[in-house]
Every structure is written in C-alpha cells, then in structure tokens.
C-alpha cells in the first residue's frame, strides 16, 4: 500500500476514533434531541455519517460518487449500540473496498479523484458533523471525552 494512501487511512482512523467517543458519552436518551429545525437529532447525525460513507463505499468499487441511493435505516437513530454497529460494519466494507481497489480512481461530477482525495472528503464530511455535534454537546453541557482535550474542550 502507497504511503499516502496509509497515512489517510491512519488520519481517517483518528477522526473516526473522536466520533465514536463523542458518541460514547452521551446519554442515549439524548440521541433524540435536536438543536433546532431542520438540524436533526444527534441519532440522524450519526446515522447520516453511515449513510454518507456508504456512498464513499460505493464509489470506490463502482468509480463514481452518487449520494441518491444510500439507505435510511431510521431505526438506528434510537440506539449506542445500533449506531455503533453500523458504523463500525460501514468501516469494515470501505476498508475491504480500499484494499482491493487502490489505484481507484472516483468521478466526483466529472472530476476525476484519486483515492486519497475521495477519503479526505469523507473525513472533512464527518469533520463538519463533528462540528455541529459539539453544538449539541455543549447545549446539553455534556462533559468532553478525553480525546477531545486536544481541541480545548
């Protein structure tokens, strides 16, 4: 495996790592709540995340991104475990997909992206979830994992 191609692997690894303990410490019944309209609860931001991703997945084997077609499964949106499943089966098929398919190359709207590029969006697409669920986090006055002290918080 390409060197670059390891280290965006670690870089997603590491973000991925903030999510789930984030995801860790709040109460699930909290996972219903929502910041305001249109904003989703902290259960649809994880469960979208999965979603999302699936279609990097996809776009890996079949060379070109399309976000029409992930599924909703709405039912994991209640529950820790569920969503922590999920993601975790999520990762396990992107992986197995990277490993088979390295030199891919995905056509994002007619632009053709290197493997690399595509995983750097993932991790800025779950970076800007990131972001709102510190929002909620906050709003809720939820005590921070210690993996995020690096962030200040």
């Known amino acids: 495996m390409r060197e670059s191609l390891k280290q965006t692997l670690e870089d997603w690894k590491q973000m991925?790592?903030?999510?789930?303990?984030?995801l860790e410490?709040?109460?699930?019944?909290?996972?219903?709540?929502?910041?305001?309209?249109?904003?989703?609860?902290?259960?649809?931001?994880?469960?979208?995340?999965?979603?999302v991703q699936i279609c990097?997945?996809?776009?890996?084997?079949?060379?070109?991104?399309d976000f029409d077609n992930y599924k909703r499964d709405y039912s994991l949106e209640n529950s820790?475990?569920?969503?922590k499943n999920?993601?975790?089966?999520?990762?396990?098929?992107?992986?197995e997909f990277i490993t088979q398919n390295q030199g891919a190359e995905i056509d994002w709207f007619g632009e053709?992206?290197?493997?690399?590029?595509?995983?750097?969006?993932?991790?800025?697409?779950?970076?800007?979830h990131q972001g709102e669920l510190v929002v909620y986090a906050r709003i809720l006055d939820l005590?921070?994992?210690?993996?995020?002290?690096?962030?200040?918080?």
């Open 16 to 22: 991925r790592i903030l999510t789930l303990d984030l």
């Open 25 to 51: 410490i709040i109460p699930e019944k909290h996972l219903s709540f929502s910041v305001g309209k249109n904003m989703g609860t902290i259960g649809k931001q994880y469960r979208h995340i999965g979603d």
């Open 56 to 65: 990097y997945a996809q776009a890996i084997t079949s060379g070109k991104i």
């Open 80 to 83: 820790k475990t569920k969503l």
């Open 86 to 95: 999920f993601l975790g089966e999520v990762n396990k098929e992107m992986l």
């Open 112 to 128: 053709k992206w290197s493997l690399e590029k595509h995983i750097r969006s993932l991790i800025e697409h779950e970076i800007l």
């Open 143 to 153: 005590d921070f994992p210690e993996s995020w002290e690096l962030w200040g918080l």
